[in-house]
C-alpha cells in the first residue's frame, strides 16, 4: 500500500471559493466540471462511469475508500467489478478518506488505484458546503490544485469514451446493436445475461446496414447535441419498426431524434435514490442516475409521450413512442452503482426482439 | 375510516423501550392529519402519546385482550393498529383476531395483514414463506417440544442457535454448544413459549439490517440500511451499530437491499418493517435472520438518523395511502417516495444498567439486557463514536479515556461484557495488531483501524499538543476535556486555546438527501469537519436541555417533561431548542421544536451551541439528573440559566449545606453522617443505632446503596463493594423501620408554591421510590401528615427561591415527617401527577420559569373523585439469575399507572398492567418472617374464603394451620423432596407466588431466592412486598364483586 502524500490542497471553484483538503491519488493539478453525487456506495463503479468524463466528482457521502479496490479480472472481455477500462473522472473530492481499508474482494487501496490511473484526489473537504454551493449556483468549472481552468462540455466527449470499433460479444440468435456513447460494462453484461448477442459499435458508426434485432443507445458524457451524427443515424432508424431501447444520454439522442428538446439542469442528478413515477400509475422506482442534461417533456412531437417522471422535481425521466416499440429512459437499470429495481426493463426490451 | 384504535406497548422494560411512544405519538399525528379519531390504550402514563391534545380517547389499562376487547366493545372503532405498539401490541392484535373479536365487532387490521404478521412470527412459517422466492435462510428446524429440539440440533450439528418462538428482543435465545446447554435453554424456553427454533450457528458473519416501507400499491423503498459493529452472535439491541453500513460494496448493498423488497413485497407487508441479515465476511452469502412486521427499535434509529418520519409514514399506508403522493415532509419540496441519502456517519450505542443487578452475568450475547441507547452523528466513524462513548453517561471521557479495568484482555475480547470496546481501546494502545483482534473478535477489521486512529491519538497527545494536532484530535472526536486530562490541564482552558486557534465545530443539517435539495429542516449536529455553518443563530431562542439516554431511574418521564416544555414555551410564542441525544424519544422528533441539536448533553457541546445561538436562557429542570447536574457549571461559565438559581440548585444537591438548611428551617430529617473510613462508619452505624442505609461513593465498578441491619453486613458491604476513604466518603443514615414514604411533586415561582400534589407509596420505606407502587391522591395519611407536609414544602420553596419544578420526599412515621430527598427539578412522577390531577405541572413550571403569568391552583387532589396508581415495570425475565427482590437500589425499567373509581380498582389495573395475572385456583405463600406472617393473616383466610387452593412452605404451614387455615404444605427447594415448591413452580400448577423475605439464615435466602427465580422464569405472578399482598388480595376480592371500570382519561 503506497503512503498518501497528504500534503495541504484545495478545490478551486470557478466563482473564487476556496475548499482545503490534504491530497491524495496522483500528486497534481487538474482542471473540469465539478459536479456532486449522493449515493452511499460504489465508487469503484461510480468513477468508472464514463458519462463522468471531464468532471471533478464531489462525493456528498464522507467516508470513502472504506472496502478498498477489487482486482482487475475479466469475464467476457470485460472487467468485472468496473463499468469502464479505466477511471473517468477528472478528479475526485472527498470528505474522510479510510487509508486502511478491508474487504474479502479488496486488492489494493483506493490511492493506490487513482494513482495507478494517474488521477488526483482531495479528502479533508466540507464535501457538503461545495455541495451546497453547487445546488445554489448551479454545476461549475474548477480546479484541483493551481492549474488552469478548462470546460469539457466544449469537446466532444462522447467521441473520447466511445469504443473506436465495432466489436461482436457472442450469445444467442438475438442480436442488439448497442452505440456506446460511452457505455457502462453493465449494461452489455445485462444484455449478456440474457443470452442476447451485442454488437458494440462507436457512437458515429452508421449501422443501417447492420444486421440487428434491436437497437440500443447508450449513457455517456456531456451535451447529448455534441453527437450530431448519432442523432442523424438515430433519425433513420425511427422510420423503421425494430425495437429501440435507450438509457440516459440514449434518453435524450432518442428525444433529439425525435424532434424534441433537451437542456441543462442547474446541477442535474447523481445519486442512488431518484423516484421516477411511471406516468398514470402510482408506481414509483428507486433509481440510480447520473446525467447534467434532460428532455423537455414540453418539446416532445404528438407520437412521442413522457413514460417516467421524477417525483421530486417533475423533470422528464423517460420517453416512449405512441405506436411503435421506441423507449428510453433517463435513470440507470443497469444500476452498478445503485438498486436494480428497474432491470426489468431490459426484459421488456429483450422481449420485443 | 372514521376511528381507529391504537394499542401502546404498556410499560418500559427491556427489549421494548421509548422507541414506542415515539412510533405510537407519531402514528397518531397521522390520522389526526386525515380528521380520523384516535382511540390509544396504553397504561404507561408517563409517555407523550397518553398526553392531552394526542390521541381522542386515552384509556390507561393493561394491554391484554380482554381489556383491549372491552375498550373495542365500548368505542366501536372501524379501525386498528397493532403495529405502533411493539411486540406487546402485535401479540395482543394475533389474539384478538384469532379469538375472534375483531370479526365480531367488525375492526379491521390496518397495514400488514394479521396473516402476514404471523408469516414472520413463526418461524416455520416464515422458513417456508422464504423458501417461495429462494431467499436464505439459516438452516433452522422448529420444534415443539425438547425431544425435537434435541433431535433438530443432531441433525444440523453443534454448536447451534436456539430461538425463542413469539419472543420480544430475543428473550430466551442463545447459543449451545452441547446437549446438555440446549436442554437447559429449552426447558427455560417451554415454560413461555411454543415454540424454540433450533439453527445453524453463524457466528463471526457481519449483521446488517434494512428497513423497508412499502405501501399497498405495492411501491417498495428502503429508507436506510445499519451495520453493527460487532458480528451475529450479539443481539442487534446490544451491539454498537452504525448507519449507513461502512464494510458493504455496492454489490453487497443492493444484492441486499435487493433481496429486501423482494421478500417484503413476497410477505404482503404495507407500512413499515425491519429486514435482519447475516453476511458471510468472506463472500457474499448470507442468510436472513428475521422480519420484524412492526415499527421498532431499528425504525426508531433509523428515523432519526436519516430524519426519514418512518412511524409518521407508516401510519398514513396503513390508510392506503401511496408512497407516491405523501410529502417528504422535511424537505416539504420532494415525496415520500425516495431513499435518504446520508451526507454524515451515525453510531448507535447500546446503555446497559448491569452494575444494578449484582446476580447478572455481565456478559452480552443473543439476549438483550441493555435498558436503551444513544445515537450520535459525526462526519467520521471516529467523531461520531467518541460521542456516542460520553452519551452513554457512564462518566467516560472517550475511548481511551476510562477508569475500567481488564485483567484478562483476551477473555473479555472473546466473550464480551458491556465494556468490550474500551477493552478494545486499552490493547490496541498495548500494542496489539489489528490482525489479533479480529481473530478473536471478529469485529471487521475497518472499525478496528478506525479505533486505532484514536489510539494513535491519545498516543501522540500524550507528547504535547500543536495547533494541527489539536485540531485532528477534535476532528477524531476527542473532547475538552480529555485533550485537559492527558495534558493535566483544565477543559475551559482546552476550550480557550482552541477557540483562540479558531478551532470550532459547525453546524449542519440532516435533511434527507445530502444536500440535493434545500431543506427547511431544524434537525441539527456539530462537526469538527466542516467550513460554514448550514443555519444562522435564532432569535433569543429557549434551549430545553433532554433527558439523555434511559437508564434505570431516568426514562421517558422525562422526555414528556422537556416535550411539555417546548409545547408550553411555543405557546408563549418562543422559539425552542431542544439538545438531546436519545433516538427513543418524542423530544427528538422533527415537528416538536424549531431547532433540535441531536448532540452531547456537556458542557462543552452545550456552551459550543450557546454561544452560537446567544438565546435567553437554558432550562435545566426538565431532563432529570444529566442537564440538572449541568446547572452549575453552565452558570460559572456565563450562561444564563432559567428558573431556579443554579445557586440555590446546588445548595439543595449538597448534601451537608441543604442538611444546614433544613436544620436551620427547624424540618426534622433522618440522622446522617458521611464517613471517611470504616471504622469511624461502624462507630456511627452503632451510635445512631441499625438498620442503617449505606451509600457508597458513586464509582463506575463500586456498588450503590443497600440497608445493613448490623456491624458484619456493614463491614461485608464495605469492604466488597468499594473503597471507603477522603475521596470516596460513604454516607450513612438511619433507615427507619415501618415507615411510610410520602412524596410532593410541585411548582413554585419565586418561592411561592403554585400547584402540588401528595401522593403515598403502599410499600413502607426500604423500596426505591422508583420501584414503589405509588397512590394519587395520598389515601391513607393523617390530615395532621398531610398539613405538616404543605408546611417543609412552603418552607423550602421560599428558602431556595424556587421558580419551577421539584419534588421532595418524606419518611412518616406515626405523625413524624422527615425529609429524605429534595430536587430542584421535574421528577419521575411529574406526568403521574399531572394526568390524574388534570393539571399539567410542566406547564405551570414552564410559564413560571419563563417570568409568565401564572395562577395557582386553588385546589387540592384530595378533592378527586378518582385515584390514580402508578406501579413499576420490572424487566426481570431478561436479567437471568437476578433476584427479583425490591429494595433501596432502584430496579424497575419503566411504569405504568391506572386511574379508577377508587384504590382496588386502580390498583389491580395498574398490577394487570405490568404483567400480573389474576390467579385461577393455586396460590403459593411463604410469608417470611412472624410479623408478617400476622399481618398477613386475614389476607389469607380472604384468599381461602373466595376458593383459592393453598399451599405453603413448613413454617408457614405451620403457622396457618396453628390458625385453622387448610393448607398443603409443600417441601422447601433446598430439602430436594417431593412435593417440592419448584415442581409445582415448573409444572404451572401455581398461579401467584406470594413470597415475602426473611433477613436471616442463608439457607432460607437461598430457598426464597430459589421460589422467586423460578417463578420469574416460569412467568408466574410473584408478589415479595407484605403491604402488596394485602393490597392485591383486597382487590382480587373487589374484583370478583365490582369488576374494573373502563373508562377513558378524558372521562374521569
Same mark, same amino acid.
Given at each position: ?113 487513482? &494513482? ?212 428510453? &429512459? ?24 | ?61 393493561? #394491554? ?155 411501491? @417498495? ?51 413499515? @418493517? ?80 448491569? =452494575? ?57 475480547? $472473546? ?13 490496541? =494502545? ?65 476550550? /480557550? ?8 465545530? *459547525? ?76 433516538? /427513543? ?18 458542557? /462543552? ?151 402540588? +400534589? ?6 413502607? +420505606? ?107 415495570? *420490572? ?110 413452580? $415448573? ?32 412467568? #408466574? ?25 373502563? =373508562? ?5
Amino acid at each position: 500500500m503506497g503512503a498518501v502524500p497528504g500534503g495541504k490542497t484545495s478545490l478551486f471553484l470557478e466563482d473564487g471559493s476556496e475548499f482545503h483538503g490534504h491530497s491524495f491519488g496522483a500528486d497534481k493539478a487538474a482542471a473540469g466540471e465539478v459536479v456532486f453525487n449522493t449515493g452511499m456506495v460504489g465508487y469503484p463503479e461510480t468513477l468508472t462511469d464514463p458519462s463522468y468524463r471531464g468532471q471533478i466528482l464531489v462525493l456528498t457521502y464522507p467516508l470513502v475508500g472504506n472496502y478498498g479496490i477489487p482486482d482487475d479480472s475479466i469475464t467476457d472481455e470485460l472487467l468485472r467489478h468496473f463499468e469502464s477500462s479505466t477511471i473517468q473522472v477528472t478528479a475526485l473530492v472527498i470528505a474522510d478518506y479510510s487509508h486502511s481499508h478491508n474487504h474479502w474482494n479488496s486488492v489494493k487501496s483506493l490511492h493506490d488505484w487513482l &494513482v495507478e490511473h494517474d488521477i488526483p484526489a482531495i479528502y479533508g473537504v466540507d464535501t457538503r458546503a461545495v455541495t451546497k454551493k453547487l445546488r445554489e449556483q448551479g454545476v461549475m468549472l474548477g480546479t484541483l490544485g493551481k492549474t488552469a481552468i478548462d470546460d469539457p462540455n466544449t469537446r466532444n466527449l462522447v467521441a473520447e469514451v466511445s469504443t473506436k470499433e465495432k466489436h461482436v460479444y457472442k450469445r444467442g440468435p438475438k442480436k442488439v446493436l448497442l452505440v456506446d456513447c460511452g457505455v457502462k460494462h453493465n449494461i452489455i453484461r445485462a444484455f449478456l445475461d440474457r443470452d442476447i448477442t451485442v454488437i458494440r459499435v462507436p457512437w458515429d458508426y452508421d449501422f443501417s446496414n447492420e444486421d440487428y434485432d434491436g437497437l440500443f443507445i447508450s449513457n455517456g458524457p456531456g451535451d447529448p447535441k455534441q453527437c450530431e451524427t448519432t442523432i442523424a443515424n438515430l433519425k433513420k432508424a425511427l422510420k423503421g419498426d425494430k425495437p429501440i431501447f435507450g438509457i440516459c444520454l440514449g434518453n435524450q439522442l432518442l428525444a433529439l431524434a425525435a424532434g424534441a428538446d433537451t437542456y441543462k439542469l442547474k446541477y442535474g442528478h447523481r445519486s442512488q435514490n431518484q423516484p421516477c413515477v411511471e406516468q398514470g400509475t402510482k408506481r414509483c422506482s428507486i433509481t440510480s442516475q447520473n446525467h447534467g442534461y434532460a428532455v423537455d417533456e414540453k418539446s416532445l412531437p404528438k407520437e412521442w409521450q413522457p413514460w417516467f417522471q421524477n417525483a421530486n422535481d417533475d423533470t422528464n425521466e423517460g420517453i416512449r413512442h405512441t405506436s411503435k416499440p421506441f423507449f428510453s &429512459v433517463q435513470f440507470h437499470p443497469e444500476a452498478t452503482p445503485g438498486p436494480v429495481d428497474t432491470n426489468h426493463l431490459f426484459d421488456m426490451f429483450v422481449d420485443l426482439l | 375510516m372514521k376511528k381507529v384504535l391504537i394499542i401502546g406497548s404498556g410499560g418500559l422494560r427491556i427489549g421494548q423501550a421509548g422507541e414506542f411512544d415515539y412510533s405510537g405519538s407519531q402514528a397518531i399525528k397521522a390520522l389526526k392529519e386525515e380528521g380520523i379519531t384516535t382511540v390509544l390504550i396504553n397504561p404507561n402514563i408517563a409517555t407523550v402519546q397518553t398526553s392531552d391534545g394526542m390521541a381522542d380517547q386515552i384509556y390507561f389499562l393493561p #394491554i391484554t385482550p380482554e381489556f383491549v376487547e372491552q375498550v373495542i366493545e365500548k368505542e366501536k372503532p372501524d379501525g386498528l393498529l397493532l403495529s405502533f405498539g411493539g411486540q406487546s401490541a402485535l401479540n395482543c392484535g394475533v389474539a384478538l383476531e384469532e379469538s375472534g373479536v375483531l370479526k365480531k365487532h367488525n375492526v379491521k387490521v390496518l397495514g400488514t395483514p394479521i396473516a402476514s404478521i404471523k408469516d414472520t412470527e413463526d418461524r416455520d412459517l416464515f422458513v417456508k414463506r422464504l423458501d417461495q422466492i429462494d431467499a436464505k435462510t439459516p438452516k433452522s428446524i422448529a420444534s415443539n417440544d425438547l425431544k425435537g429440539a434435541l433431535a433438530a440440533a443432531k441433525k444440523i450439528g453443534y454448536p447451534v442457535m436456539v430461538r425463542v418462538a413469539y419472543a420480544l428482543g430475543g428473550l430466551g435465545s442463545g447459543l449451545c454448544e452441547d446437549e446438555e446447554q440446549l436442554r437447559e435453554r429449552c426447558t427455560k424456553a417451554f415454560a413461555n413459549a411454543p415454540q424454540v427454533l433450533v439453527e445453524e450457528w453463524l457466528g463471526g458473519w457481519k449483521e446488517v439490517e434494512y428497513e423497508v416501507v412499502r405501501d399497498s400499491f405495492d411501491n @417498495c423503498i428502503t429508507v436506510c440500511n445499519m451495520e453493527n459493529f460487532d458480528p451475529l452472535g450479539i443481539h442487534t439491541g446490544e451491539s454498537i451499530v452504525v448507519a449507513p453500513s461502512q464494510t458493504l460494496t455496492n454489490s453487497e448493498y443492493h444484492k441486499l437491499r435487493e433481496i429486501a423488497t423482494r421478500v417484503i413485497r413476497h410477505l404482503g407487508i404495507i407500512g413499515e @418493517c425491519n429486514i435482519q441479515y447475516a453476511l458471510d465476511p468472506e463472500s457474499e452469502d448470507y442468510r436472513i435472520i428475521e422480519v420484524n412486521a412492526r415499527l421498532s427499535r431499528s425504525s426508531a434509529l433509523a428515523s432519526k438518523a436519516t430524519g426519514y418520519p418512518l412511524a409518521f409514514i407508516a401510519a398514513k399506508l396503513a390508510l392506503g395511502q401511496s408512497l407516491v403522493e405523501i410529502e417528504n415532509k422535511v424537505t416539504k419540496k420532494t415525496k415520500a417516495c425516495f431513499e435518504p441519502a446520508l451526507d454524515y456517519v451515525v453510531v448507535k450505542m447500546p446503555r446497559w444498567d448491569l =452494575k444494578k443487578f449484582k446476580e447478572v452475568d455481565q456478559r452480552i450475547g443473543s439476549e438483550m439486557k441493555s435498558v436503551g441507547e444513544v445515537m450520535s452523528i459525526g462526519r467520521t466513524f471516529e467523531e461520531a463514536l467518541q460521542k456516542s462513548l460520553r452519551m452513554i453517561g457512564l462518566g467516560v471521557q472517550g475511548l481511551t479515556m476510562h477508569t475500567l479495568n481488564f485483567p484478562n484482555p483476551e477473555e473479555e475480547l $472473546q466473550y464480551p461484557t458491556d465494556k468490550r470496546v474500551f477493552c478494545i481501546g486499552d490493547v490496541l =494502545k498495548a500494542g496489539w495488531s489489528v490482525e489479533k483482534l479480529y481473530d478473536i473478535t471478529k469485529i471487521d477489521k475497518w472499525f478496528l483501524y478506525k479505533l486505532q486512529n484514536i489510539v494513535e491519538c491519545k498516543q501522540a497527545l500524550e507528547k504535547g499538543l500543536s495547533k494541527p494536532l489539536l485540531r485532528k484530535a477534535k476532528q477524531l472526536g476527542f473532547s475538552d476535556k480529555e485533550i485537559a486530562t492527558i495534558l493535566d490541564k483544565d477543559e475551559l482552558e482546552i476550550r /480557550e486555546e482552541r477557540r483562540s486557534a479558531h478551532i470550532l465545530p *459547525f453546524i449542519k443539517q440532516i435533511d434527507t438527501l445530502g444536500a440535493e435539495y434545500p431543506a427547511e429542516t431544524n434537525y441539527l449536529y456539530l462537526t469538527y469537519h466542516g467550513q460554514e455553518h448550514d443555519v444562522t443563530p435564532s432569535d433569543k431562542p429557549v434551549i430545553v436541555l433532554g433527558s439523555g439516554a434511559y437508564c434505570i431511574g431516568s426514562s421517558v418521564e422525562f422526555d414528556w417533561c422537556c416535550v411539555n416544555a417546548i409545547k408550553t414555551a411555543k405557546e408563549l410564542k418562543k422559539t425552542t431548542i431542544v439538545i438531546n441525544y436519545n433516538p /427513543e424519544t418524542v423530544s427528538t422528533d422533527y415537528d416538536e421544536c424549531d431547532k433540535l441539536y441531536f448532540d452531547e448533553l456537556s458542557l /462543552e457541546r452545550v456552551l459550543d451551541i450557546y454561544e452560537f445561538e446567544d438565546p435567553e436562557g437554558v432550562i435545566v429542570s426538565m431532563g432529570g439528573q444529566i442537564p440538572n447536574n449541568l446547572a452549575i457549571k453552565l452558570h460559572n461559565a456565563g450562561a444564563n440559566i432559567l428558573g431556579t438559581s443554579p445557586e440555590d440548585i446546588d445548595r439543595a444537591e449538597n448534601r451537608h449545606v441543604f442538611s444546614a438548611l433544613l436544620d436551620k428551617l427547624d424540618i426534622d430529617q433522618p440522622p446522617w453522617k458521611e464517613l471517611t473510613s470504616l471504622e469511624a462508619a461502624k462507630s456511627f452505624a452503632n451510635m445512631i443505632g441499625y438498620p442503617v442505609l449505606i451509600r457508597p461513593s458513586y464509582v463506575l465498578s463500586g456498588a450503590a446503596m443497600n440497608v445493613v441491619w448490623d456491624d458484619a453486613s456493614l463491614i461485608r458491604f464495605l469492604g466488597e463493594a468499594s473503597e471507603v476513604n477522603p475521596e470516596h466518603p460513604v454516607v450513612i443514615t438511619k433507615f427507619i423501620t415501618n415507615s411510610k414514604e410520602i412524596e410532593i411533586d410541585a411548582v413554585a415561582k419565586n418561592g411561592e408554591v403554585l400547584i402540588y +400534589a401528595i401522593s403515598e407509596h403502599i410499600e413502607n +420505606a426500604g423500596v426505591h421510590s422508583g420501584d414503589a407502587t405509588m397512590m394519587l391522591p395520598a389515601q391513607r395519611l393523617y390530615i395532621e401528615t398531610i398539613r405538616q407536609v404543605k408546611r417543609v414544602v412552603r418552607a423550602i420553596a421560599k428558602e431556595l427561591k424556587i421558580t419551577g419544578p421539584f419534588n421532595i420526599q418524606f419518611l412518616a412515621y406515626q405523625n413524624r415527617i422527615r425529609v429524605i430527598e429534595c430536587n430542584l427539578r421535574a421528577s419521575r412522577s411529574f406526568p403521574f401527577s399531572s394526568k390524574v390531577f388534570k393539571h399539567n405541572f410542566i406547564e405551570i413550571a414552564t410559564r413560571a420559569i419563563l417570568g409568565e403569568p401564572v395562577q395557582a391552583v386553588d385546589k387540592s387532589t384530595l378533592d378527586l373523585d378518582h385515584v390514580g396508581v402508578k406501579a413499576a415495570q *420490572f424487566s426481570f425475565s431478561r436479567l437471568k439469575g437476578v433476584d427479583p427482590l425490591l429494595g433501596v437500589e432502584m430496579a424497575s425499567t419503566g411504569e405504568v399507572a391506572c386511574i379508577g373509581p377508587e384504590i382496588n380498582d386502580a390498583f389491580l389495573k395498574a398490577l394487570l398492567s405490568v404483567g400480573f395475572k389474576i390467579p385461577q385456583k393455586n396460590v403459593l405463600l411463604s410469608t417470611g418472617p412472624i410479623e408478617h406472617k400476622a399481618l398477613l393473616l386475614d389476607s389469607v383466610k380472604q384468599l381461602r374464603d373466595m376458593g383459592y387452593t393453598l399451599f405453603a412452605s413448613s413454617g408457614t404451614a405451620e403457622f396457618l394451620r396453628r390458625h385453622d387455615v387448610n393448607i398443603y404444605e409443600l417441601h422447601w427447594p433446598l430439602d430436594k423432596k417431593e412435593p417440592n415448591i419448584l415442581t409445582f413452580l $415448573q409444572q404451572g400448577m401455581i398461579d401467584l407466588v406470594i413470597n415475602i423475605p426473611k433477613n436471616n439464615e442463608a439457607r432460607e435466602l437461598e430457598n426464597d431466592y430459589l421460589i422467586r427465580r423460578t417463578a420469574v422464569d416460569h412467568d #408466574i405472578s410473584l408478589i415479595t412486598d407484605p403491604k402488596i399482598a394485602l393490597q392485591t388480595v383486597e382487590a382480587l376480592d373487589y374484583y370478583r364483586k365490582n369488576g374494573l371500570e373502563i =373508562k377513558s382519561w378524558q372521562e374521569y
